[in-house]
């Protein structure tokens, strides 16, 4: 069975061209033309995946992914965007978006990250947990379907995270992150090997993607009078640690 897309852009163009592209790709292609259909096609017939367009009239994408959220619904979400601020990508971080693509985009970029997150959606159905990279033994504590480590709690099978008491409230992509540095905590993973396990693909030296989400997670961990936990080793990439 081909996997479905439900895609919404308001730009006939950009449209026409992305569902073309998707359905010689092999995927089962629904295209609306903006918010209020998105969410009724959604609602209707849910898809594998979605890709939003951020700027549509009435209701855009970033509020189709808030409503989605809200409902419940962990359908993957890629966002197009011609926003390039950092602040606007957090915006769609935070409204529940698992990735985001700024235009113009090349199309085989948009191809990749829809394999990742279809990729981590089919792993996560059959049970399967990213692969961590080695640790030591005492790094972190874990039992059947939890990770603990530095402070932070994790139950992976219902994807829940504490840091101390506090429940974190994480996108698809934050704790899936957060998961393999609390694996790995004391050793600095590298940012190709944390794209590789993260999305599946490396998108480059250029590409801000893993720094964004670094930075909204650190947002979500900090608190007041504790340490700072997730640390940059410049040059290198990242790693968990309580100083």
């Given at each position: ?18 569902e ?63 926003l ?52 030591p ?31 974190l ?16 905590t ?58």
């Amino acid at each position: 069975m081909p996997q479905t897309v439900l895609l919404a852009e308001d730009d006939r163009a950009i449209r026409h061209a992305l569902e073309r592209a998707l359905t010689l790709e092999g995927y089962e292609v629904t295209a609306v033309a903006d918010g209020v259909e998105a969410l009724a096609q959604a609602h209707r017939t849910p898809p594998d995946v979605l890709v939003l367009d951020v700027m549509m009239p009435g209701i855009d994408g970033l509020q189709v992914c808030r409503v989605l959220r809200a409902e419940g619904d962990r359908t993957p979400i890629l966002m197009l965007t011609a926003l390039v601020e950092t602040v606007d990508r957090i915006a769609g971080l935070d409204a529940g978006a698992d990735d985001y693509v700024v235009k113009p985009f090349d199309v085989e970029e948009v191809f990749a990250r829809l394999r990742a997150l279809l990729r981590r959606t089919g792993d996560r159905a059959a049970g399967a947990t990213p692969a961590p990279a080695p640790a030591p033994a005492a790094a972190a504590k874990d039992t059947p379907g939890q990770v603990a480590a530095a402070g932070i709690r994790m139950d992976v099978q219902a994807r829940r995270a504490w840091r101390g008491q506090r429940e974190l409230e994480l996108t698809r992509t934050e704790f899936e992150l957060l998961e393999l540095l609390v694996r790995n905590t004391g050793i600095v993973l590298d940012h190709a090997t944390i794209y590789d396990r993260i999305w599946g693909y490396d998108f480059g030296p250029g590409s801000k993607n893993l720094a964004v989400y670094v930075g909204y997670l650190r947002r979500k961990l900090d608190q007041p009078g504790a340490p700072a936990l997730i640390h940059t080793v410049r040059g290198v990439g990242y790693v968990l640690r309580e100083d």
